[in-house]
T-cell receptor, first 119, second 111 residues
């Protein structure tokens, strides 16, 4: 079945530094990838949608200059948290969609998540 | 907010009992999905129900969908301690390319 690999699974960084999280589709081509953030005991909040070769679409309230998303190929999307601060500490999860909308029975595959701690 | 609402927020039951979680959403959908998440871990896809379906079964899981009320329910029968987790509904809305999650239900099953 479709597998999405996300790494690192955990990262601790100092305040002010940048952190890159990678999301790879291992056995399929992902035309669209999604990035979610989850605070403790809360639900997943969609941050942005990225399509290969084009700019990401950010949800309202998400700073595009702070959360840089690059979807350079059909198998790789990256999220870079720039100038990280303690309030950016969260669980980040990516998801990849393989089939065009309207044709997929179940097109979403999730990575295992990255726990970011900014100290 | 696009986010769906789930209730209850938390549910504690004994092993062997049934657990029912409800989800309400706001927009027209292609399908609705249920996921499970163990604490601090990734998501596990449980079941998908399409907008033209009313009920679906998978093992001990039963999902219903009422598009007129924009609501869904997840029933776990004969619960086990290993079912302890958070459960989320997620809607795949029409005319969008996103999966939006509900607020989640934290289920605790006591042995």
């Amino acid at each position: 079945g479709a597998v999405v690999s996300q790494h690192p699974s955990r990262v601790i960084c100092k305040s002010g530094t940048s952190v890159k999280i990678e999301c790879r589709s291992l056995d399929f081509q992902a035309t669209t990838m999604f990035w979610y953030r989850q605070f403790p005991k809360q639900s997943l909040m969609l941050m942005a949608t990225s399509n290969e070769g084009s700019k990401a679409t950010y949800e309202q309230g998400v700073e595009k200059d702070k959360f840089l998303i690059n979807h350079a190929s059909l198998t790789l999307s990256t999220l870079t948290v720039t100038s990280a601060h303690p309030e950016d500490s969260s669980f980040y999860i990516c998801s990849a969609r393989a089939l065009p909308q309207g044709e997929a029975f179940y097109g979403y595959t999730f990575g295992s998540g990255t726990r970011l701690t900014v100290v | 907010s696009q986010q769906g609402e789930e209730d209850p927020q938390a549910l504690s039951i004994q092993e062997g009992e049934n657990a029912t979680m409800n989800c309400s959403y706001k927009t027209s959908i292609n399908n609705l999905q249920w996921y499970r998440q163990n604490s601090g871990r990734g998501l596990v896809h449980l079941i998908l129900i399409r907008s033209n379906e009313r009920e679906k079964h998978s093992g001990r899981l039963r999902v219903t969908l009422d598009t007129s009320k924009k609501s869904s329910s997840l029933l776990i029968t004969a619960s086990r301690a290993a079912d302890t987790a958070s459960y989320f509904c997620a809607t795949d809305a029409t005319n969008t390319d996103k999966l939006i999650f509900g607020t989640g239900t934290r289920l605790q099953v006591f042995p």
